[in-house]
């Protein structure tokens, strides 16, 4: 990057911080609604894969930092008629179409994210599948290089951390966010949770910045999520056995009936199947 091309993009950072402090003035007269981690957990898993979910929590400097939206943004809703959005900032700005996302919750440091999912892992998963968009206020230079990760039991899943530096981001079309740069298309990652069967997982989604000596809390990135589902936490089908024709017992007016017990496939283990009347009971 030549010397004439790091003093613009540092005078664009500069002129992002001060309108920071007009929004920030801005964000205290007019408070969005905060979205609760269940509530953000229903808006992002698809209703399958909600079965296997277990718990939702959030770490962040502000609650104002996750949101439901249930309106069209950059192609999302992907399943359903809502999804979730992280941000460093206030996470309702993203659909102030064309404005500016910078609003410091922290001028000690970063203003960090982390929600996380907590799964019961069928004994036959297949895949973890998600829909993403990166979206970033910032510049793509070292000093904010701003990211989205998304960590299972601690250890990022392959293609993560995106960053501002090294993701493919361009100018939103159409344009209906606040971000200057976003992903171009709704990406799909996937994870294998064979070696995770029978076991509780956490899913963790967030969104922070790398490598600032200075810290960052103010020009703002996001993450869009939606449609997450595991591979065999669909509900189970049920199989139950073919009719029975009997006859009466003698001198009685119904009959002891035994039955072969329903077979059950799909669904997350344990699945206990009860049967009423049970077999060998006497059917009138």
Not at 32 to 56: F, K, R, W, Y
Not at 252 to 257: I, S, T
Request: charged share 15%; proline share 10%; aromatic share 8%.
């Amino acid at each position: 990057m030549d010397e004439k091309e790091s003093q613009r993009l540092n005078e664009e950072r500069q002129r992002k911080h001060e309108e920071a402090n007009v929004n920030k003035e801005k964000s205290q007269l007019i408070q969005p609604l905060q979205a609760t981690p269940p509530e953000l957990a229903e808006a992002i898993v698809s209703p399958g894969t909600q079965l296997c979910l277990t718990g939702s929590s959030i770490t962040a400097n502000s609650p104002l930092q996750g949101e439901v939206f249930n309106i069209p943004l950059q192609g999302f809703p992907t399943n359903g008629n809502s999804f979730g959005g992280l941000s460093s900032g206030i996470a309702a700005d993203a659909s102030i179409a064309g404005g500016t996302c910078s609003t410091c919750f922290n001028p000690a440091g970063d203003d960090t994210i982390s929600l996380d999912l907590t799964f019961d892992v069928p004994t036959n998963p297949g895949n973890l599948t998600f829909d993403w968009k990166f979206g970033a206020e910032e510049s793509p230079i070292t000093s904010f290089n701003d990211f989205f990760n998304v960590l299972v039991n601690a250890v990022p899943i392959p293609g993560f951390p995106v960053t501002v530096n090294t993701a493919v981001l361009s100018p939103p079309v159409p344009n209906d966010v606040c971000y200057s740069l976003i992903s171009p298309m709704i990406q799909t990652a996937s994870f294998d949770l064979t070696p995770f069967a029978g076991q509780t997982i956490t899913v963790t989604f967030q969104v922070s910045y790398f490598g600032s000596v200075f810290g960052d809390c103010v020009v703002d990135s996001a993450a869009f999520i939606d449609n997450l589902q595991i591979e065999g936490c669909e509900p189970p089908t049920i199989t139950c056995p073919d009719n029975i024709t009997q006859e009466n017992d003698p001198s009685q007016c119904g009959a002891n009936v035994t039955y072969p017990p329903p077979t059950v496939s799909g669904g997350v283990p344990p699945i206990d199947v009860v049967c009423t009347p049970a077999s060998g009971s006497f059917f009138i």
